[in-house]
């Protein structure tokens, strides 16, 4: 009879642990890159590359998360010497994205300004750099921002700087860039969350 019990309860605790895991469902060949809920590797460059950046602070955050409960803020002044806040990460998993063809993020806009947003890879072992072209990011929140890897449209010194190359050295990407661009003067914060890599 104690072993009927135990197995029933064994059942019900099975069945609630895997209704948790159900909530955050992922469609078929999609991949979690980071979600912020545990340690990640996601900081400002604020002043550390001497270029201008206009990013401030990148802090994990309770608001505006679309998977888990935790997200990243995002802060930034944006200036007149347009450079943008840039944010990124490093030293996560998967790190060969040969097999996959989008990109895909939940920012919340919070500065109530419509901004822009471009993302940059780094890869190989020269790290790099190709940056998008620049996105909308309107103001409020933006779900499934699909920024597709497979086109050519990157910029790096390898095109001279024009927006036609595609992505090389994807068996090793070293970084994650998102800058954040708008009208000088803007001053606050976007929330990423749920970054993906879709096949
Ligand atoms: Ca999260």
Request: proline share 3%; charged share 35%.
């Given at each position: 009879m104690k072993k009927i019990v135990l197995l029933s309860v064994s059942i019900m605790v099975l069945g609630l642990l895997s209704g948790c895991v159900s909530t955050t469902k992922l469609p078929a060949g999609t991949d979690i890159?980071?979600?912020?809920?545990d340690t990640h590797f996601f900081i400002a460059v604020g002043n550390s590359w001497?270029?201008?950046?206009?990013s401030t602070a990148a802090l994990t955050s309770?608001?505006?998360?679309?998977?888990?409960?935790k997200s990243l803020e995002c802060q930034f002044a944006l200036q007149e010497n347009k450079k943008g806040g840039a944010f990124y990460g490093e030293g996560?998993?998967?790190?060969?994205?040969?097999?996959?063809?989008n990109l895909i993020v939940d920012i919340f806009n919070a500065t109530g300004t419509d901004l822009e947003l471009a993302i940059a890879v780094c890869s190989g072992t020269a790290w790099e750099w190709q940056e998008s072209i620049n996105f909308p990011l309107p103001s409020g929140q933006n779900k499934d921002i699909t920024i597709n890897l497979?086109?050519?449209n990157f910029k790096s010194s390898l095109t001279g700087w024009e927006n036609n190359g595609i992505l090389l050295y994807?068996?090793?990407?070293?970084r994650l860039v998102f800058k954040i661009l708008g009208p000088p003067g803007v001053e606050g914060s976007v929330f990423i969350d749920y970054i993906r890599l879709a096949q």
């Open positions: 890159l980071e979600n912020f809920e001497g270029d201008g950046d206009n309770d608001k505006h998360a679309t998977s888990g409960s996560f998993e998967p790190f060969n994205w040969t097999g996959y063809s497979k086109e050519g994807m068996e090793d990407v070293k």
